[in-house]
């Protein structure tokens, strides 16, 4: 009973991870071969979607070589991915085991812009929107990839007070960056750990725990005693 339970976590986990990385597509898609590069759609005064790609982190961050962040982005969420799992094992709280899902979600859906988009699209650029190509003739080759960002919020645009030192009269942007739907479930996935589940993350762990070598020492022993009766 206890390993269907299991199972049926897992099961419904992949569910909702599969379900966040077909919306993150789908936006991404959407918006590619829509819009040529820096174009701009005015929701609302604080709300645009505007078109840009990145070779960074989230939210446009960059410190390394691309191909050294790709590979290191698919080291850190296998390594999330067996953590997940071993939560799962451990029946921790259905809260921590979505939230990082979430996260995985997320690193999972820009991890797959940097593997595949250099592959199947022509270049974004100002004056062209990006067409489907035949598979590894996009403009990039594996694992280069640019990842397409196009959320945007100037919540409050203005400019400075005259009177202010330093940054007198400048213009001020608050929120400046551009992000994507991947970049908002990592976001989330972060905060939401750190306000709600400071107990778990206390307690990080990729090794077994006493009650799974409990488990697999009970497992054993029952094998053992189905193959003696058997004899």
């Not at 451990?90 to 990082?100: F, I, N, Q």
């Not at 489907?132 to 959320?151: I, K, N, T």
């Not at 009269?169 to 976001?187: K, R």
């Not at 107990?199 to 003696?228: F, H, V, Y």
Request: charged share 20%.
């Amino acid at each position: 009973m206890k390993e269907y339970s299991v199972r049926k976590r897992i099961t419904w986990v992949c569910v909702l991870i599969v379900a966040l990385l077909i919306i993150d597509q789908m936006i991404k898609i959407w918006v590619k071969t829509t819009m040529p590069l820096h174009d701009s759609i005015r929701i609302t005064d604080w709300f645009y979607i505007s078109f840009i790609e990145n070779n960074g982190m989230a939210y446009g961050m960059t410190f390394v070589n691309k191909v050294v962040l790709s590979v290191f982005r698919i080291i850190v969420s296998a390594v999330v991915a067996v953590y997940i799992i071993k939560q799962i094992k451990r029946h921790a709280r259905t809260l921590y085991v979505v939230l990082l899902a979430l996260i995985f979600a997320g690193a999972a859906g820009n991890i797959f812009d940097c593997l595949f988009y250099g592959l199947c699209f022509s270049e974004s650029t100002p004056f062209q929107v990006a067409q489907w190509v035949p598979f590894g003739e996009g403009y990039a080759s594996f694992l280069q990839g640019r990842v397409v960002d196009m959320f945007y919020f100037p919540i409050i645009d203005t400019y400075l007070p005259e009177w202010l030192p330093i940054w007198g009269g400048e213009h001020f942007i608050f929120f400046s960056p551009v992000f994507n739907f991947a970049d908002a479930c990592i976001s989330v996935g972060v905060v939401a750990l750190l306000l709600f589940c400071r107990k778990e993350l206390g307690t990080i762990s990729l090794s077994k725990s006493k009650e799974e070598d409990n488990d697999e020492k009970r497992q054993t022993a029952d094998a053992g005693k189905e193959s003696d009766s058997q004899k």
